[in-house]
């Protein structure tokens, strides 16, 4: 009896499926529960750290790796709008926006105006 | 004769307080935002490149909400690799928000489970970082106040709208968005400018520079495991730094 559905089409849709479980359930780990659950004390220690290491640990390879190798060339617009933003942040503490459009506003000079990497 | 008009409800709480946190927490993610709605347009783009059919990349726009794991996962699906090799990955470049949700539980685990389980899916990676820095602590017994409520939401839902949209966006206007400005550093300045204000004392930023040296190293490892090491060293190295400068 031939399948309503060939398995190459179905399995696609199963990827998204997947994908939508997979992120439902990551997010709500330690919510799902409806005890309190019990974490292990190292867990609860070292916990505070975790979420801006997350985010930097993200964004380091972005910033500094081309390819997985260090830029050999220093004129790279990535490391210039990064080190923009850091001046911003650390002129007024605190402000998203603001770094996050100067960090912006420089990388579109230096590639568009200037042409770098 | 009964009345059939359906008994009114509204569609905001009629608290003020919480109205005017909702005002206030959109506000607030409105830069950030500028980051997720970049991740949404790179992420909606490469969905209508990677060959996939037009309707499975709206199901994933609009159910999937992940621009990590979306964009590492394109590339298998269309290739056609084995479904738990997708789920292994994004399950991996999820990871971070399993660590994220003790931290929800301190703020919501007095809500009802439904409740928990919607609020966790809105808490993208911006949510998390604005939230604590305007309420550095929970209510008692994880019941959020009124005001925690209605930021959160306006937090989430802003951030939000601006990924469905920028998300949409990029896949009906594909040929049309100029990815090669550097569209994706935007979404990167984003993160770290959400970052920087995290570093709030000496033992995190010692655990945060170990774990930024260590995603660097393991940066090559496959499905996202570099982010995973750096988490698991800003534990080893954050228990270390507090036991030394943050005696309890």
Redesign the interface.
């Known amino acids: 009896m031939p399948l309503p559905f060939a398995a190459e089409n179905l399995l696609p849709w199963l990827a998204v499926l997947a994908l939508v479980l997979v992120t439902v359930l990551t997010r709500s780990f330690f919510l799902l529960p409806h005890g309190e659950p019990r974490l292990p004390g190292w867990l609860r220690q070292g916990l505070r750290h975790a979420p801006v290491a997350a985010l930097l640990a993200m964004v380091m390879p972005e910033i500094f790796l081309n390819q997985g190798h260090l830029p050999a060339d220093w004129r790279d617009a990535r490391l210039a709008a990064v080190a923009a933003a850091l001046l911003y942040h650390w002129a007024r503490r605190g402000d998203v926006t603001g770094t996050i459009l100067t960090g912006t506003a420089t990388l579109l000079v230096l590639r568009l105006g200037l042409g770098w990497a | 004769m009964p009345s059939l008009s359906l008994p009114r409800r509204r569609l905001l709480p009629a608290d003020a307080a919480w109205r005017s946190a909702f005002a206030r927490g959109g506000r607030d993610i409105?830069?950030?935002a500028?980051?997720t709605v970049a991740m949404g347009l790179v992420t909606g783009v490469a969905m209508r490149n990677s060959g996939?059919?037009l309707e499975?990349v709206l199901?994933?726009s609009l159910?999937?909400?992940?621009s990590?794991?979306?964009l590492a996962?394109l590339p298998?699906?269309a290739v056609?690799a084995p479904?738990w090799i997708?789920?292994a990955t994004?399950?991996v470049l999820?990871?971070?928000?399993?660590?994220?949700?003790?931290?929800?539980?301190r703020y919501?685990?007095g809500h009802g489970?439904g409740r928990?389980?919607l609020?966790?899916?809105l808490?993208g990676?911006p949510i998390?970082?604005?939230f604590?820095?305007r309420f550095p602590q929970p209510a008692p017994g994880g019941c959020a106040t009124p005001e925690q409520q209605g930021y959160f939401l306006g937090l989430a839902l802003t951030n939000w709208a601006a990924w469905q949209a920028a998300s949409l966006a990029g896949i009906f206007l594909a040929d049309a968005i100029p990815t090669a400005?550097?569209l994706?550093?935007?979404g990167?300045?984003?993160?770290?400018?959400?970052?920087?204000?995290?570093?709030v004392d000496r033992?995190?930023r010692c655990?945060?520079a170990a774990?930024?040296v260590?995603?660097?190293a393991t940066?090559?490892w496959p499905m996202g495991l570099?982010?995973v090491m750096?988490?698991a060293?800003?534990?080893?190295?954050?228990?270390w730094a507090?036991r030394r400068w943050n005696q309890a």
């Open positions: 409105a830069g950030a500028l980051g996939l059919g499975l199901a994933m159910l999937v909400f992940a990590a794991s979306q996962c298998l699906i056609g479904l997708i789920a994004a399950g999820n990871l971070r928000f399993v660590v994220f949700s003790v931290h929800w539980r919501f685990g489970r928990r389980m609020l966790s899916y808490a990676d998390y970082a604005r604590v820095q400005w550097g994706r550093f935007v990167v300045l984003a993160l770290l400018a959400l970052a920087l204000p995290m570093l033992a995190v655990s945060a774990a930024a260590v995603a660097l940066a090559s570099n982010v750096a988490i060293t800003a534990f080893a190295v954050g228990i507090d």
